[in-house]
């Protein structure tokens, strides 16, 4: 079994899954406490405008899908704090609009000739060193941020009103949150393409919400699920070769499907 570890992809998978698996973790616990995870499929599937667009001009696929993402996140929060009666429009418009050019711009690509695939379910066993050192600048930043407004974060997620009223920043931190959102599902297109992305960052923290009392231990287990489900799929998915990315969301909609069947604990949220 451990045979294979002395090949560099395969460490790299096991790292790289590793890494997303702490952000997806984090972040994904406020995606889900915050109810906002249309909006974070909405700003996944607009950076594959971004893709394009980067194959159009000539540069990194990853940038142009970083700017696309921010744009994305700071349009759709603007419009789902502004016209909430018709945030979902909007945001599925820019859902389709990112795609549709992303589609469009990599067909007018001069001499194109780009595997679509591995950005839309994933390339997790071709993930070079460069870009495990950018997941993991990542990481700092989401953790360092969260540790600093971990307070904030709680009382807009549970009671937006109330945090109001305590003087905390909810639109800034709003925006921030979404921009945090934004640098999880680029990172997270490595490991399971942005056509997934939505499905590892909900997955691992609707399972941990269930069976927690606070919003720290939610995104301390969303984490070590997350990272189970991961680690699992890579393996899996060398032994039986099967598509990665598909393969870590079926292993989480294995777990998603079976917890179904387990009593859920009456617990009360406390911070």
Request: one cysteine or more; a neutral charge; aromatic letters at 12%.
């Amino acid at each position: 079994m451990f045979e294979v570890l002395q090949y560099e992809f395969m460490r790299n998978a096991l790292l790289a899954g590793f890494l997303v698996s702490i952000a997806c973790g984090i972040i994904g616990a406020l995606v889900v406490v915050n109810r906002i995870v249309f909006i974070s499929g909405g700003i996944a599937h607009a950076s594959y405008g971004g893709i394009g667009l980067a194959f159009f001009a000539g540069f990194s696929p990853y940038l142009g899908a970083i700017i696309v993402a921010l744009c994305s996140a700071i349009i759709m929060g603007v419009v789902s704090r502004g016209t909430k009666h018709r945030a979902d429009t909007v945001i599925g418009v820019i859902w389709a609009v990112g795609m549709s050019a992303g589609i469009v711009l990599t067909d007018l690509t001069p001499g194109y000739n780009v595997d679509l695939m591995s950005y839309l379910f994933g390339s997790i066993l071709m993930v070079p060193l460069g870009s495990l050192w950018t997941m993991a600048g990542m990481n700092l930043i989401i953790f360092l941020l969260i540790f600093l407004f971990y307070k904030d974060f709680l009382a807009m997620s549970y009671d937006e009103e109330f945090a109001l009223a305590m003087g905390v920043p909810v639109g800034p931190l709003y925006f921030l949150l979404l921009t945090m959102v934004a640098l999880t599902v680029v990172m997270t297109i490595q490991v399971v393409g942005l056509i997934l992305v939505i499905a590892l960052l909900t997955i691992p923290s609707y399972l941990a919400e269930k069976y927690t009392i606070s919003l720290k231990a939610m995104m301390t287990w969303a984490v070590i699920i997350s990272i189970v489900f991961t680690q699992t799929g890579i393996w899996l998915s060398y032994y039986l070769n099967l598509s990665t990315g598909a393969t870590i969301v079926l292993v989480a909609a294995i777990f998603f499907f079976i917890s179904g069947l387990v009593p859920q604990k009456v617990l009360s949220r406390q911070s």
